[in-house]
Protein backbone atom coordinates (compact mmCIF):
# COMPACT_ATOMS: atom_id res chain seq x y z
CA UNK A 1 0.00 0.00 0.00
CA UNK A 2 1.58 3.04 -1.50
CA UNK A 3 1.94 7.23 -1.93
CA UNK A 4 -1.20 8.59 -0.52
CA UNK A 5 -3.56 9.73 -3.16
CA UNK A 6 -7.16 9.62 -2.22
CA UNK A 7 -8.57 6.07 -2.97
CA UNK A 8 -6.11 4.55 -1.46
CA UNK A 9 -3.60 1.21 -2.19
CA UNK A 10 -1.15 -0.97 -0.48
CA UNK A 11 2.30 -1.62 -2.36
CA UNK A 12 5.87 -1.89 -1.84
CA UNK A 13 6.92 -0.59 1.72
CA UNK A 14 10.25 1.72 1.15
CA UNK A 15 8.22 4.47 1.61
CA UNK A 16 6.22 6.31 4.05
CA UNK A 17 3.02 5.11 3.47
CA UNK A 18 4.07 2.58 1.46
CA UNK A 19 3.80 4.70 -0.99
CA UNK A 20 0.15 3.83 -2.36
CA UNK A 21 -0.10 3.86 -5.86
CA UNK A 22 -3.95 4.34 -6.40
CA UNK A 23 -5.92 6.52 -7.82
CA UNK A 24 -9.13 7.72 -7.85
CA UNK A 25 -11.43 8.65 -10.45
CA UNK A 26 -13.16 12.40 -10.91
CA UNK A 27 -16.34 11.61 -9.25
CA UNK A 28 -14.67 10.06 -5.90
CA UNK A 29 -12.00 12.90 -5.40
CA UNK A 30 -14.31 15.58 -5.00
CA UNK A 31 -15.66 13.44 -1.69
CA UNK A 32 -12.36 12.76 -0.62
CA UNK A 33 -11.95 15.58 1.86
CA UNK A 34 -9.05 17.09 -0.48
CA UNK A 35 -7.05 14.43 0.12
CA UNK A 36 -6.82 15.02 4.13
CA UNK A 37 -6.92 12.27 6.05
CA UNK A 38 -10.25 11.57 7.35
CA UNK A 39 -9.44 11.11 11.28
CA UNK A 40 -12.95 9.77 11.91
CA UNK A 41 -13.89 6.07 11.13
CA UNK A 42 -16.73 6.96 8.25
CA UNK A 43 -20.19 7.63 10.08
CA UNK A 44 -21.79 4.98 7.64
CA UNK A 45 -19.64 1.92 9.03
CA UNK A 46 -18.75 3.83 12.32
CA UNK A 47 -20.16 0.40 13.80
CA UNK A 48 -18.19 -2.15 12.28
CA UNK A 49 -15.22 -3.55 13.43
CA UNK A 50 -11.90 -1.73 12.84
CA UNK A 51 -8.84 -2.87 11.70
CA UNK A 52 -5.34 -2.07 10.13
CA UNK A 53 -2.61 -3.43 7.62
CA UNK A 54 1.11 -2.89 8.36
CA UNK A 55 4.00 -3.63 6.42
CA UNK A 56 7.55 -3.02 7.20
CA UNK A 57 7.73 0.56 7.17
CA UNK A 58 5.27 0.47 10.27
CA UNK A 59 8.78 -2.09 11.76
CA UNK A 60 8.06 -3.14 15.20
CA UNK A 61 4.39 -2.85 15.95
CA UNK A 62 2.94 -2.17 19.89
CA UNK A 63 0.04 -4.57 19.57
CA UNK A 64 -1.02 -4.18 23.04
CA UNK A 65 -1.54 -0.43 22.31
CA UNK A 66 -3.14 -0.87 18.64
CA UNK A 67 -5.33 -3.32 21.27
CA UNK A 68 -6.55 -0.85 23.34
CA UNK A 69 -7.05 1.62 20.22
CA UNK A 70 -10.03 -0.97 19.41
CA UNK A 71 -7.88 -3.40 16.37
CA UNK A 72 -10.03 -6.29 15.93
CA UNK A 73 -8.12 -7.42 12.68
CA UNK A 74 -5.50 -6.51 11.16
CA UNK A 75 -3.33 -7.39 7.78
CA UNK A 76 0.49 -7.45 7.65
CA UNK A 77 2.48 -7.64 4.48
CA UNK A 78 4.16 -10.50 3.84
CA UNK A 79 5.53 -10.91 0.46
CA UNK A 80 5.90 -9.15 -2.80
CA UNK A 81 6.25 -10.42 -6.41
CA UNK A 82 8.90 -13.55 -5.59
CA UNK A 83 11.83 -12.47 -4.09
CA UNK A 84 11.37 -10.16 -1.38
CA UNK A 85 9.90 -11.08 2.12
CA UNK A 86 9.16 -8.33 4.65
CA UNK A 87 11.78 -8.46 7.54
CA UNK A 88 9.29 -7.18 10.15
CA UNK A 89 6.94 -10.21 9.67
CA UNK A 90 7.25 -12.49 11.96
CA UNK A 91 7.31 -9.61 14.80
CA UNK A 92 3.51 -7.81 13.04
CA UNK A 93 1.74 -11.25 12.67
CA UNK A 94 2.93 -12.97 15.73
CA UNK A 95 3.04 -10.10 17.94
CA UNK A 96 -0.82 -9.23 16.91
CA UNK A 97 -1.78 -13.25 17.54
CA UNK A 98 -0.12 -12.50 20.93
CA UNK A 99 -2.16 -9.60 21.78
CA UNK A 100 -5.48 -10.71 20.94
CA UNK A 101 -6.21 -9.63 17.54
CA UNK A 102 -7.16 -11.72 14.71
CA UNK A 103 -4.54 -11.34 11.55
CA UNK A 104 -3.92 -12.38 7.92
CA UNK A 105 -1.04 -12.25 5.11
CA UNK A 106 -1.34 -10.63 2.18
CA UNK A 107 0.94 -10.39 -0.93
CA UNK A 108 1.80 -7.06 -3.24
CA UNK A 109 1.67 -8.40 -6.88
CA UNK A 110 4.07 -7.81 -9.48
CA UNK A 111 2.49 -9.63 -11.90
CA UNK A 112 5.22 -8.59 -14.75
CA UNK A 113 8.01 -10.38 -13.12
CA UNK A 114 6.75 -14.20 -12.67
CA UNK A 115 3.29 -15.92 -13.13
CA UNK A 116 0.63 -16.02 -10.38
CA UNK A 117 1.33 -19.29 -9.75
CA UNK A 118 5.04 -19.39 -8.49
CA UNK A 119 4.43 -15.45 -6.42
CA UNK A 120 1.13 -17.67 -4.72
CA UNK A 121 3.58 -20.32 -3.65
CA UNK A 122 6.35 -18.06 -2.53
CA UNK A 123 3.84 -16.05 -0.61
CA UNK A 124 2.34 -19.19 1.37
CA UNK A 125 6.16 -20.26 1.96
CA UNK A 126 6.95 -17.11 3.67
CA UNK A 127 3.60 -16.75 5.87
CA UNK A 128 0.69 -16.30 3.60
CA UNK A 129 -0.79 -19.68 5.12
CA UNK A 130 -4.40 -20.42 6.37
CA UNK A 131 -5.57 -22.29 9.45
CA UNK A 132 -9.47 -22.71 10.62
CA UNK A 133 -7.99 -21.54 14.02
CA UNK A 134 -10.45 -18.33 14.36
CA UNK A 135 -7.10 -16.18 14.48
CA UNK A 136 -6.13 -16.10 10.81
CA UNK A 137 -7.81 -14.37 8.17
CA UNK A 138 -7.79 -15.98 4.67
CA UNK A 139 -4.43 -15.02 2.69
CA UNK A 140 -4.88 -11.40 0.56
CA UNK A 141 -4.18 -10.58 -2.87
CA UNK A 142 -3.33 -6.57 -3.03
CA UNK A 143 -3.22 -6.25 -6.86
CA UNK A 144 -3.29 -2.30 -7.72
CA UNK A 145 -1.64 0.15 -9.65
CA UNK A 146 2.37 -0.52 -10.70
CA UNK A 147 4.31 1.88 -7.89
CA UNK A 148 7.44 1.07 -10.04
CA UNK A 149 6.91 2.19 -13.72
CA UNK A 150 4.51 4.02 -16.14
CA UNK A 151 2.87 0.91 -16.78
CA UNK A 152 -0.46 1.23 -14.84
CA UNK A 153 -1.11 -2.44 -15.50
CA UNK A 154 2.50 -3.62 -15.76
CA UNK A 155 2.41 -4.46 -19.43
CA UNK A 156 -0.45 -7.11 -19.04
CA UNK A 157 -3.42 -7.23 -21.26
CA UNK A 158 -6.76 -7.09 -19.44
CA UNK A 159 -7.28 -11.36 -20.40
CA UNK A 160 -3.98 -12.00 -19.17
CA UNK A 161 -4.22 -9.54 -15.90
CA UNK A 162 -7.52 -11.72 -15.43
CA UNK A 163 -5.49 -15.36 -16.16
CA UNK A 164 -2.60 -14.44 -13.85
CA UNK A 165 -5.05 -13.46 -10.53
CA UNK A 166 -6.67 -16.87 -11.73
CA UNK A 167 -3.57 -18.29 -11.48
CA UNK A 168 -2.63 -16.81 -7.71
CA UNK A 169 -5.78 -17.52 -6.65
CA UNK A 170 -5.74 -21.01 -7.39
CA UNK A 171 -2.59 -21.96 -6.45
CA UNK A 172 -3.69 -20.33 -2.75
CA UNK A 173 -7.18 -22.50 -3.25
CA UNK A 174 -5.03 -25.35 -3.73
CA UNK A 175 -2.35 -25.40 -0.71
CA UNK A 176 -5.10 -23.40 1.88
CA UNK A 177 -8.44 -24.67 0.47
CA UNK A 178 -9.28 -20.84 0.61
CA UNK A 179 -9.82 -18.04 -2.28
CA UNK A 180 -7.79 -15.67 -1.49
CA UNK A 181 -9.16 -12.45 -0.26
CA UNK A 182 -8.63 -9.35 -3.61
CA UNK A 183 -7.43 -5.78 -2.21
CA UNK A 184 -7.94 -3.43 -5.17
CA UNK A 185 -9.11 0.09 -6.41
CA UNK A 186 -12.32 0.45 -8.41
CA UNK A 187 -10.90 2.41 -10.76
CA UNK A 188 -7.51 0.18 -11.62
CA UNK A 189 -9.72 -3.15 -11.77
CA UNK A 190 -11.86 -1.43 -14.02
CA UNK A 191 -8.58 -0.66 -15.92
CA UNK A 192 -6.41 -3.37 -16.01
CA UNK A 193 -9.28 -6.17 -15.95
CA UNK A 194 -11.89 -4.80 -17.61
CA UNK A 195 -13.91 -4.64 -14.83
CA UNK A 196 -13.79 -8.66 -14.46
CA UNK A 197 -17.00 -10.10 -13.00
CA UNK A 198 -14.90 -13.29 -12.62
CA UNK A 199 -13.72 -13.50 -9.10
CA UNK A 200 -16.74 -11.98 -6.99
CA UNK A 201 -18.86 -14.63 -6.20
CA UNK A 202 -16.19 -16.51 -4.78
CA UNK A 203 -13.14 -14.02 -3.69
CA UNK A 204 -13.85 -11.53 -1.01
CA UNK A 205 -13.70 -8.09 -1.70
CA UNK A 206 -11.30 -5.58 0.39
CA UNK A 207 -12.04 -2.00 -1.57
CA UNK A 208 -9.56 0.59 -1.67
CA UNK A 209 -11.00 4.29 -1.46
CA UNK A 210 -10.17 7.24 0.86
CA UNK A 211 -13.51 8.48 1.33
CA UNK A 212 -16.28 8.89 3.52
CA UNK A 213 -18.26 6.16 1.71
CA UNK A 214 -17.45 3.24 -0.29
CA UNK A 215 -18.64 4.21 -3.71
CA UNK A 216 -18.89 1.78 -7.00
CA UNK A 217 -17.52 -1.60 -6.36
CA UNK A 218 -15.92 -4.14 -9.13
CA UNK A 219 -18.18 -5.79 -11.40
CA UNK A 220 -19.78 -8.85 -9.86
CA UNK A 221 -19.48 -7.87 -5.88
CA UNK A 222 -22.56 -6.60 -4.31
CA UNK A 223 -20.41 -5.55 -1.10
CA UNK A 224 -16.87 -5.09 0.49
CA UNK A 225 -15.98 -7.56 2.85
CA UNK A 226 -13.25 -4.99 4.02
CA UNK A 227 -12.88 -1.09 3.35
CA UNK A 228 -9.49 0.34 3.56
CA UNK A 229 -11.07 3.81 3.86
CA UNK A 230 -7.35 6.11 4.66
CA UNK A 231 -4.24 5.51 5.12
CA UNK A 232 -3.92 7.07 8.29
CA UNK A 233 -5.31 7.36 11.73
CA UNK A 234 -5.53 5.80 15.36
CA UNK A 235 -3.62 1.94 14.21
CA UNK A 236 -0.47 1.98 13.00
CA UNK A 237 -1.10 1.92 9.01
CA UNK A 238 -3.69 1.98 7.03
CA UNK A 239 -7.03 1.97 8.29
CA UNK A 240 -9.74 -0.70 7.73
CA UNK A 241 -13.66 -1.79 8.32
CA UNK A 242 -15.18 -5.22 8.47
CA UNK A 243 -18.46 -4.92 6.90
CA UNK A 244 -20.29 -7.36 9.46
CA UNK A 245 -20.50 -8.03 13.57
CA UNK A 246 -17.15 -9.09 15.35
CA UNK A 247 -18.83 -12.26 15.31
CA UNK A 248 -19.06 -12.79 11.46
CA UNK A 249 -15.87 -11.29 11.58
CA UNK A 250 -14.50 -14.81 13.47
CA UNK A 251 -16.64 -16.73 11.29
CA UNK A 252 -15.41 -15.01 8.45
CA UNK A 253 -11.69 -16.05 10.05
CA UNK A 254 -12.59 -19.67 10.27
CA UNK A 255 -13.79 -20.18 6.90
CA UNK A 256 -17.69 -20.61 8.05
CA UNK A 257 -17.85 -17.55 5.32
CA UNK A 258 -16.51 -15.97 2.51
Not at 19 to 37: C, H, I, K, P
Not at 113 to 132: D, I
Not at 232 to 246: K, T, V
Amino acid sequence: MHVAIPGGNMARDRKPSRQRARFVAASVATLALGGTALVEVPASAAAKPKGHDVSSHQKNVNWSSAKSKGAKFVYVKATESHTYRNPYYNQQYNGARGAGIIRGAYHFALPHKSSGTTQAAYFLRNGGGWRADGWTLPPALDIEYNPYGKKKCYGLSKSRMVSWIKAFSNEVKRQTGRRPVIYTNYNWWKMCTGNSAAFAANHPLWLARYSSTAGSLPSGWNFWTFWQYDNGGSLPGDQNLFNGSLNQLRAFARGQQG
